[in-house]
């Protein structure tokens, strides 16, 4: 029962290299998500899929990239990493019925220098 | 847009004790969801209690309730006997109701509540 499971725990990258955030959940669920948290903020959305092949935009898209070519996996991609990228980030997701609870993962710490 | 605002930083009580976290929201629709989500220092996010602006009646989850104005906008919690392990931040949020489900959740900035032993 792995719930949502985000890899890696913890990552450092320079600035301008790239890499990949791994989310992989083993709910069925149709609905997934991702979100990073700043100091003294709350969560806010980067990108979302409602299942496999469509991928839309949150509220702070610029400088990652997602797909979705699974029901099980949505990986989140860092072209070029920036400082200001330096966060946390989670991967969540629920069924798609519109009150369903959201499942999160751990979490990534990403410092980016 | 939706904001979610959460207007302490910062609350503190003795264990045992009954305290309030205060929420307030700005949206312009009518159908919604709001949210109390637990962040230990685990990191974990974890779901408290969960609200539909459409029931009148107000969400409780055992030591966990809260007090939804709608007209007010505001959506606090109320944790009552606390305890040592309800020490975290407590982030509040919204989701507004669509037929796809597709929407994110808007968080609030956060409470970080301590417990006095």
């Known amino acids: 029962n792995a719930g949502v499971t985000q890899t890696p725990k913890f990552q450092v990258l320079k600035t301008g290299q790239s890499m990949t955030l791994q989310c992989a959940q083993d709910m069925n669920h149709e609905y997934m998500s991702w979100y990073r948290q700043d100091p003294g903020m709350g969560l806010r959305l980067i990108h979302y899929s409602v299942g496999a092949g469509i991928t839309d935009q949150g509220e702070v898209p610029n400088g990652y990239n997602v797909s979705r070519s699974t029901t099980e996996d949505f990986p989140l991609r860092l072209l070029s990493a920036a400082p200001s990228q330096t966060s946390v980030y989670f991967c969540?997701?629920?069924?798609?019925?519109?009150?369903?609870?959201?499942?999160f993962g751990s979490g990534t710490q990403l410092s980016v220098l | 847009a939706q904001t979610v605002t959460q207007s302490q930083p910062e609350m503190s009580v003795q264990e045992a004790e009954t305290v309030t976290l205060s929420c307030t929201y700005d949206t312009s629709e009518s159908d919604y969801y709001l949210f109390w989500y637990k962040q230990p220092p685990s990191r974990q996010m974890i779901l408290v209690i969960r609200?539909?602006?459409?029931?009148?009646q107000n969400a409780t989850e055992n030591r966990f309730s809260v007090n939804f104005q709608k007209a007010a906008k505001s959506f606090s919690l109320k944790i009552s006997d606390s305890q040592l392990g309800d020490a975290a931040m407590y982030f509040c949020?919204?989701?507004?109701?669509?037929?796809?489900?597709?929407?994110?959740?808007?968080f609030g900035k956060g409470t970080h509540l301590i417990i006095q032993p």
């Open positions: 609200q539909e602006a459409y029931k009148q």
């Open positions: 969540a997701s629920r069924p798609s019925g519109a009150r369903e609870k959201l499942f």
């Open positions: 949020a919204y989701r507004k109701y669509s037929g796809g489900g597709a929407d994110g959740l808007t």
